[in-house]
C-alpha cells in the first residue's frame, strides 16, 4: 500500500501483523474510533486509515479495551488452614485469559522456616511449566527469622519482585515490630508493601463466642469478622506507612470504614493505596444464607457486608480513595480437597476461605460500568487495567499505547451471557456468579500479539505467559491519575 503524508506520498510501507479495525478503542486520552495495529509484540498505530496487515480483525461496534491485570489472585497455594488451591497455574490462567485479563500478580507464599529465595524460585518454576498469561509476584512474608531473610529480600526486590506481602491477623500474621521491620526494607530496597488488615484480637475473640454459643453454620461467618477489625487494622497500617514514608497497599477494603480510613490517610498525605473487590460490590452477607453448607461457597475474608458499604466502595472508586478493583481470586473446590476439608459437619471456622474470581472480575466490572453506566469506558480501563499496573510498576503493561506491549481485549457490548453453576474455565467446580446474567462480554483476547482467545476459544499453550520484571516501582513517585 502507499502512505500519504502532509508531503504527499510516502515509500510502500510493510503491513502490520495485526490490525483491528473499526472498533472504539479505550486509550488513556480518551476513545478513538478507528484502527489498532499491532507489529511483533508492540502497539505501532493507533488512528485512521492505517493501512493493511497480514491479520485484519472486525471490531465494528467493539470496544478495544487494554488487556485485564488482575494483582491479586491465589495459584497453586496452601491456605494457612492447610488446604491447597484447586487451581494450577494452567487453570487458573486459562481462566483468567477467558475472562480477558492478560497479566496477574499471584502470591509466592513463604512457607514458616524456608528462605525466601527457595520461596521464590519454587513458585517460579510452577508458573513457567503452567502460566498462559503473563505473570508477576508478591512475596509473602510470614517467617522473617529464616536464615538470610534480609539478604533474600533485598536481592529479590532488585531482581524484580518489587511487592511484598504480610498479615495482621491468622496463623501467618507478622508483629507489628515484624511488620515495620518489613516495611523498612521495603523502604531501603523500593518495594511496596500490601496488606491483608484485619486485627487478630478482634476477630479471635468475636469467633471464640460464636463457636461457644454453637454458631458455627457459614453464616455466623460475617460475625466472626467484625467491621472494628478491618477499621482497625487499616487506620494502624495507614500510621505505620504515613510515619516510615513507605508506600503501603491495602488489600480488599470491605467497609464504609475502611475506605474512610484509607481517605483520610490519603488526605494527610501518607503513601497509601487501596482496593477493593466484585464481591463487596455486588455481594452482602445474605448470600452465605445457604441450606446445610452450601453458604461455605461464597465465605471469604474480609466476609461480604451490607448495600451501604457496596454504596461507600462505590463512591470511593469514583472519588479515587480507592484505586483499583482485583479479583482475591482463592479458589476452592465445595468438596473434601477444598471447603469441606474438615468433613461434611465443619464449622465456619474449619472452613478454607475464599472464591474464584479471575474469571469474573472483568465482565462483572464491564456490566456495571459500561453497559449499566456505572463510570464508563475509561473508568473501567483504568480501574481494571491501567492502575494496577501503574501502581505495580508493570511498565509496558495496562494500556493502549504506542510502544506498549499488545495485551488487548475485545469486548462486545451487546453479547449477555447468564453465568451457569459450572461454566468457568477453572478448577473449582462451581461459579459463585450463578445466576446473573452479564451484558457485555470479552470475545477476543490477545497476548503481546498472540490470540489467545478466539471468538471464545481458548488457543493458549502451557509456557505462553512469561514473568513481568518490574525494575522500578511508579508508587514511589506517581500515583495514578483518574481520566477525564
Not at 12 to 31: F, W
Request: net charge negative.
Amino acid at each position: 500500500m502507499q502512505q500519504r503524508t502532509a508531503k504527499g506520498v510516502a515509500a510502500v510501507s510493510e503491513p502490520y501483523d495485526l490490525l483491528i479495525q473499526g472498533g472504539r478503542v479505550v486509550t488513556p486520552t480518551g476513545i478513538v474510533t478507528g484502527d489498532l495495529a499491532v507489529r511483533g509484540e508492540k502497539i505501532a498505530a493507533i488512528g485512521t486509515d492505517l493501512g493493511t496487515a497480514e491479520i485484519i480483525i472486525d471490531a465494528a461496534g467493539k470496544y478495544v479495551m487494554p488487556g485485564g491485570v488482575d494483582p491479586h489472585a491465589h495459584i497453586e497455594q496452601m491456605s494457612g488452614m492447610g488446604v491447597m488451591n484447586a487451581d494450577t497455574f494452567e487453570t487458573a490462567t486459562r481462566s483468567a485469559a477467558m475472562g480477558g485479563t492478560t497479566s496477574v500478580i499471584s502470591f509466592a507464599a513463604q512457607a514458616k522456616g524456608e528462605r525466601l529465595a527457595d520461596t521464590v524460585s519454587d513458585y517460579s518454576a510452577r508458573a513457567i511449566r503452567g502460566a498462559m498469561i503473563d505473570y508477576a509476584f508478591h512475596m509473602t512474608v510470614t517467617d522473617t527469622t529464616v536464615p538470610d531473610f534480609e539478604t533474600d529480600l533485598a536481592s529479590l526486590i532488585a531482581a524484580g519482585n518489587r511487592s511484598i506481602k504480610v498479615f495482621t491477623t491468622y496463623n501467618i500474621q507478622l508483629s507489628d515490630a515484624q511488620i515495620l521491620a518489613v516495611m523498612s526494607a521495603a523502604r531501603a530496597n523500593g518495594a511496596l508493601v500490601c496488606v491483608h488488615a484485619e486485627t487478630d484480637a478482634i476477630i479471635a475473640q468475636a469467633k471464640a463466642a460464636l463457636i461457644a454459643a454453637g454458631k458455627t453454620a457459614p453464616h455466623y461467618h460475617p460475625a466472626s469478622h467484625p467491621r472494628m477489625a478491618e477499621i482497625e487494622a487499616i487506620e494502624r497500617m495507614c500510621r505505620f506507612a504515613e510515619y516510615l514514608g513507605q508506600p503501603v497497599m491495602i488489600f480488599h477494603v470491605s467497609t464504609t470504614q475502611g475506605a474512610a480510613a484509607v481517605r483520610d490517610a490519603r488526605v494527610r498525605g501518607a503513601p497509601i493505596w487501596a482496593e477493593t473487590c466484585p464481591h463487596y460490590l455486588f455481594m452482602t452477607e445474605d448470600i452465605l444464607h445457604q441450606p446445610d453448607l452450601e453458604g461455605a461457597k461464597w465465605m471469604c475474608s474480609p466476609p461480604q457486608r451490607q448495600m451501604a458499604d457496596q454504596e461507600a466502595l462505590w463512591h470511593a472508586l469514583d472519588t479515587g480513595d480507592l484505586q483499583l478493583v482485583s479479583s482475591d481470586h482463592a479458589p476452592y473446590r465445595f468438596d473434601e480437597t477444598g471447603k469441606l476439608s474438615a468433613g461434611p459437619d465443619a464449622g465456619f471456622h474449619e472452613i478454607a476461605n475464599g472464591l474464584p474470581g479471575l474469571e469474573t472480575r472483568l465482565p462483572l466490572m464491564f456490566d456495571a460500568m459500561v453497559s449499566k453506566g456505572r463510570g464508563g469506558p475509561e473508568d473501567f480501563a483504568r480501574l481494571t487495567a491501567t492502575a494496577p499496573a501503574e501502581i505495580y510498576g508493570l511498565q509496558d503493561k495496562g494500556r493502549l499505547a504506542i510502544g506498549m506491549q499488545a495485551d488487548i481485549t475485545l469486548w462486545d457490548p451487546d453479547k449477555s451471557v447468564t453465568y451457569d453453576e459450572n461454566d468457568l474455565h477453572d478448577n473449582v467446580g462451581y461459579n459463585p456468579w450463578v445466576g446473573r446474567t452479564i451484558t457485555g462480554w470479552p470475545t477476543d483476547v490477545w497476548l503481546r500479539g498472540n490470540h489467545i482467545v478466539r471468538n471464545g476459544t481458548f488457543a493458549a499453550t502451557p509456557g505462553t505467559g512469561v514473568w513481568i520484571d518490574r525494575p522500578t516501582l511508579a508508587t514511589q513517585t506517581t500515583t495514578p491519575q483518574r481520566q477525564g
